[in-house]
């Protein structure tokens, strides 16, 4: 049997919690967010992700396409899982080595190589053992 375990950073946390504030979300919502959020593995930064974040940082700067801080660290931690990164945002991630992004647009040219269904279903077909997933503000 293969077990979907699908994490957050904790910096994609804390831009979920900035984004209901900055938004002005009532309590009820923020509520039902905040259970919603309790089905997904948090994942704590530790020196190795530190290192990661480093080398992304760098490497983005050195082509010329800056990252942003928290960006990084939200790709560091896929990368030190090995593991792709969920987002709507491909585009701040592109100059990241080594780094597999799955978008809305990746999972319908699954479809089209022979997948059916919706982004959810193809999304779990991808991916067995980890997903790591970034929902940007």
Known sequence: MVVLSVSIPLITLAEI???MEAKNW???SRDLMRRFLTRFTLLLPDTETAHVWARIKRGCETQGRP???ADA???AAALQLNVP???HNARDYRAVDKLTILTASSASSTRKRGYSG???HALSLLIMHH???HFPF
Do not use: R
């Open 17 to 19: 919690e900035y984004g």
């Open 26 to 28: 009532g309590a009820t």
């Open 67 to 69: 990252i942003t801080f």
């Open 73 to 75: 660290w939200i790709a």
């Open 85 to 87: 990164l969920v987002t």
């Open 118 to 120: 919706n982004m959810k």
């Open 131 to 133: 997903l790591l997933i």
